[in-house]
């Protein structure tokens, strides 16, 4: 130990960032040594193929940005309080810092831990990072939590948000590192088979590329009113999967948005919304936690969802062959990319839940387990808003033509074009980089025929408003 001190345990989970970490500021304030861990524990063995896989290309950035500073990251697999209490022996440490998780699983892990090391005499401190604003600070004027989203915005717009940490140049070395796993050895990838190979080369992991994605897309910022919608253009900030894992925080977001303001910047008001929308997905799960497990409203757990994943329109769904181009453009463009378009988020969930009258539960996992930017609290927060059991719901009028869609938001089919490849003469790469990266047990084949609609649209949208309509009366 460095002047004798014990040295500070500081266990990262979706945080994996120098900069803009309450937590590492804190290790750092207190000038004693820091052993850096991550923990392959239940809750990261449950995770789907692709977030998966994508935490193990951002640990292993992490980690040598960790090197470059004079330190290091500790691996471990196992029960997470059972291997903090083994570096906890190893180190001498006696204290555990992290940053703070919201969702039901987490929390439930995270207090075992804290009880249990606290009991111990082990300092066990939690602090803030993942979000802009705790969900227990923010309250309606009747001290409730917030139930819908643009009020609970006006409330937050002119709340001070804390300026982000430096990065530090360098962190205090234990006298003695405890061993590390290998992350080869953990396999994070092997569910992703083949098209592991395929969605490399969309993914540029790590805190740097994190900024780097922030002062482009800061570039374009001025047209994010108008172009974030369109399926066509670049108009996204693509900074969810950084967002996600923790390899940007959104203070630095906010801030950096904010300063750009100031220079006079336009677009600013409109992405620092969607900032707060993902603050508003966090305040749901965290205050009604059954958000990411079942209906929102109760009232929607009679409603006649179908729940078979055999089904053959489900089928049809989940392997892009709907014969609804915008819906399977954006399906496809999932399984290349790791992402997809958000506007293509909401139209492939209005489609599964509203036209085939299928479980949104079902869509939900099918993203768990094949999206790069997973978020448990967005991702179940845009499928039950979507679907009509969520909050802000109005799905009398949320069933959205997909042909009507496509027609506003990608008006010359560049975004078809970019991945549909059957019955067109020259497919792009990108089409046809779709029948490589799927299950090859699919035998999908880009020169078949392109299927005839699974379900007639305007057929699907009366059984859909019929159905809603039982259930009101009901």
Not at 122 to 132: D, R
Not at 179 to 185: N, V
Not at 362 to 379: K, R, S, T, V
Request: hydrophobic share 40%; with cysteine; charged share 20%.
């Amino acid at each position: 130990m460095e002047d004798g001190q014990p040295p500070i345990i500081l266990w990262f989970r979706r945080d994996l960032r120098l900069s803009d970490h309450p937590a590492l500021a804190a290790s750092l304030a207190t000038g004693r040594p820091v052993v850096p861990v991550f923990l392959c524990d239940d809750l990261v063995h449950t995770m789907g193929a692709a977030p998966k896989w994508r935490l193990g290309l951002g640990l292993e950035v992490f980690g040598r940005a960790l090197n470059d500073i004079g330190s290091r990251l500790i691996l471990r697999q196992g029960d997470a309080l059972e291997q903090l209490q083994r570096l906890i022996s190893e180190t001498g440490a006696t204290d555990v810092y992290w940053s703070r998780a919201y969702d039901p699983a987490s929390i439930a892990r995270d207090t075992k831990v804290k009880s249990a090391l606290k009991e111990q005499g082990i300092e066990a401190k939690s602090f803030a990072g993942h979000l802009l604003f705790e969900p227990w600070t923010v309250a309606t004027k009747a001290g409730q939590p917030f139930r819908v989203f643009t009020p609970m915005w006006r409330a937050v717009q002119g709340r001070e948000v804390p300026p982000p940490e430096a990065a530090p140049t360098r962190l205090i070395a234990p006298a003695y590192w405890p061993t590390s796993d290998d992350l080869a050895t953990w396999h994070l990838g092997a569910a992703m088979n083949r098209g592991a190979k395929i969605v490399k080369p969309y993914v540029q992991p790590g805190e740097q590329a994190a900024l780097d994605h922030l002062e482009g897309f800061l570039n374009r910022i001025a047209n994010y009113g108008a172009d974030r919608d369109r399926l066509d253009l670049d108009g996204t900030s693509n900074l969810s999967e950084y967002l996600s894992l923790g390899e940007i925080g959104p203070r630095t977001a906010w801030h950096r948005v904010q300063r750009a303001a100031f220079e006079g910047t336009q677009g600013t008001g409109s992405f620092l919304r969607q900032l707060v929308w993902r603050e508003f997905a966090y305040h749901l799960m965290y205050h009604t936690p059954q958000l990411v497990s079942g209906n929102w409203k109760p009232e929607w757990d009679a409603f006649p969802w179908n729940e078979a994943r055999d089904a053959p329109e489900v089928k049809a769904w989940l392997q892009a062959r709907t014969g609804i181009p915008v819906v399977d453009a954006g399906l496809r463009q999932m399984y290349v990319t790791g992402r997809m378009h958000n506007r293509a988020r909401m139209i492939v969930a209005s489609h599964l839940t509203k036209h085939l009258m299928t479980h949104w539960k079902i869509g939900m996992e099918w993203f768990e387990d094949c999206l790069i930017d997973w978020d448990p609290a967005c991702n179940a927060m845009g499928w039950q808003w979507v679907a009509g059991s969520g909050p802000d719901a109005s799905p009398f009028f949320r069933i959205f033509n997909p042909v009507t869609q496509q027609e506003k938001f990608d008006p010359k089919g560049a975004y078809l074009n970019q991945w549909i490849a059957e019955g067109r003469p020259k497919p792009s790469e990108t089409a046809l980089s779709y029948f490589e990266a799927t299950p090859r047990s699919w035998g999908l084949n880009p020169k078949a025929d392109y299927p005839p609609p699974v379900v007639d649209l305007p057929t699907g949208r009366a059984r859909a408003l019929a159905a809603y309509e039982r259930r009101k009366n009901q």
